[in-house]
């Protein structure tokens, strides 16, 4: 703990100092995170609520929607809350559970989006066999895996950068993230840059290689499907993944393996917010929008909350 003594704090340099533009960073990101929670509550307890969607599909979109939750309120808060305090600062152990719980939250994801294909793979190529393959055991032990690795990962990516010594404690970032903690390490960053180059390559190859296959082999059963409206419904609970598959990748590859930059770019701001921010938003109303199963039980759930006298008026 020797080389961080002379960093307690960190300052966010993230946006412009001038009151109207802290006003209107304040509202859009307070919107924005609202507008998140709301939506993947909304999804969580309709499947919670809606015991036929206690399926596997549903059950990883909860999980989902609670990893949208996580990862959008490890941020925005804390980047509102000093905008409302008119500060920039954040502690060191602050920091650290930035990056912490980002990356948790951000792996975990990534995992489960994987597993979440390799699911569709079985429902769709092996339709017989789904529900032996895919019982209840198995399925929370998928869905615990990407928890538990998410964890694992965030573990020794976090405790690797913090072994670094600081040169200076300004982040031009709204938040704390590991490329922005690079850029300002005194220590030869080469070596850490090099591993999480190599780790994040082949976590990504991995990835590309189960998804590619299953989606492949998918496209191939649903073009074998003799009904018109067998192939809508399969490509109708596929497309939403991979709209979300490709949202989340394309940002988060800009933002992690992209080279480090030794000076502020509105760029990088820019693709954090696209991988911080815009998921979260966009991922249950991707989901929604084209799962009628979804918006069927949302309704149900909307009208059995409702008054008596606003059924009736429904019903008529």
Known sequence: ???????????????????????????????IYLVAIVENLLIITVI????????????FLANLSFQDIGSISVTVPKSVANSLMNTQVISYSGCVSQVFFLVFFMLSHFFLLGIMAYDRYVAICDPLHYETVMDKKTCIQLASSSWIGGLLYSTLHTGNAFTV??????????????PQLLK???????????WVLIFGSCLCFIYFAVVIFSYVRIIKAVLRIPSTKGKQKAFSTCLPHLLVISLFLVSGTFAYLKPI????????????????MVPPVMNPLIYSMRN???????WKLILSCAPSSSKKISLQ
């Open 1 to 31: 703990m020797s080389n961080h003594s002379r960093v307690t704090e960190f300052v966010l340099h993230g946006f412009s100092d001038i009151p109207e533009l802290q006003l209107f960073h304040r509202i859009i990101f307070l919107v």
């Open 165 to 178: 010594e600081f040169c200076s404690n300004v982040i031009y970032q709204f938040f704390c993230e590991i």
């Open 292 to 298: 009628t199963e979804l918006k069927m039980a949302l």
């Open 261 to 276: 930059s030794s000076s502020p770019s509105a760029f990088d701001l820019f693709i954090s917010i696209l991988y911080c």
């Open 48 to 59: 919670i609520y809606s015991p036929h969607l206690h399926t596997p599909m549903y059950i």
């Open 184 to 194: 300002i390490s005194c220590s030869d960053s080469h070596l850490t840059e090099i």
